[in-house]
């Protein structure tokens, strides 16, 4: 159980372009959805937690209209990439949360070149 | 908000020694301690973790101490094997996680 899974795995887009990556939590109902980011060698780093039906909450120097974020359902969430740049390139990992479970379940993780 | 420093940034052990990974965190508030394996490319894996109202943990081979009044929590591994050379992180959390720089651990046979 409790797993999660994220689409696209990996993606090549241009510069200027959008790109959408989904979250979905397969087996359970996820009330609270994080998104992260890494860079290579670099430790993983929190952009932003939506809870279903509500607004992102955005990290401090996440910009929210560049990353948007959409929690539509208990079982999906999705982070659009808006006007991508070549240093918007990372690895983005998704998790999830349900109940008052405390563990989070992370996503296998979507790696983003913008070319 | 909360920040999470993590020492050493690499660890080299023989095999069969123990691995000590060391963290402190700033917010008082963060009641969720869990520590990550990830390997190169792929999703971090849950190794064990520990809630605030407890001071230790151990799961076979892996133990975790928290101590809340100083705000550090440690990471031990004895024994080890090279299958577990990794990438270690800890992080803390009343909500989403806010990871340690991780430590690279390097088990030689």
């Known amino acids: 159980g409790a797993v999660v899974s994220q689409h696209p795995s990996w993606v090549i887009c241009k510069s200027g372009t959008s790109v959408k990556i989904e979250c979905r939590s397969l087996d359970f109902q996820a009330t609270t959805m994080f998104w992260y980011r890494q860079f290579p060698k670099q430790s993983l780093m929190l952009m932003a937690t939506s809870n279903e039906g509500s607004k992102a909450t955005y990290e401090q120097g996440v910009e929210k209209d560049k990353f948007l974020i959409n929690h539509a359902s208990l079982t999906l969430s999705t982070l659009t990439v808006t006007s991508a740049h070549p240093e918007d390139s990372s690895f983005y990992i998704c998790s999830a949360r349900g109940g008052r479970v405390w563990e989070q379940y992370f996503g296998p993780g979507t790696r983003l070149t913008v070319t | 908000g909360e920040n999470v420093e993590q020492h050493p940034s690499t660890l080299s052990v023989q095999e069969g020694d123990s691995a000590v990974i060391k963290c402190t965190y700033s917010?008082?508030?963060?009641?969720?301690f869990p520590w990550y394996k990830q390997e190169l490319g792929k999703r971090p894996q849950l190794i064990i973790d520990?809630?605030?109202?407890?001071g230790e943990k151990k799961d076979q081979r892996i133990a975790v101490t928290l101590n809340k009044t100083a705000k550090h929590f440690s990471l031990h591994i004895t024994e080890t094997q090279p299958e577990d050379s990794a990438v270690y992180f800890c992080?803390?959390?009343?909500?989403?996680?806010?990871f340690g720089t991780g430590t690279r651990l390097q088990v030689f046979p």
């Open positions: 992080a803390a959390t009343i909500g989403g996680l806010i």
């Open positions: 917010d008082s508030a963060s009641n969720y």
């Open positions: 520990i809630r605030s109202n407890v």
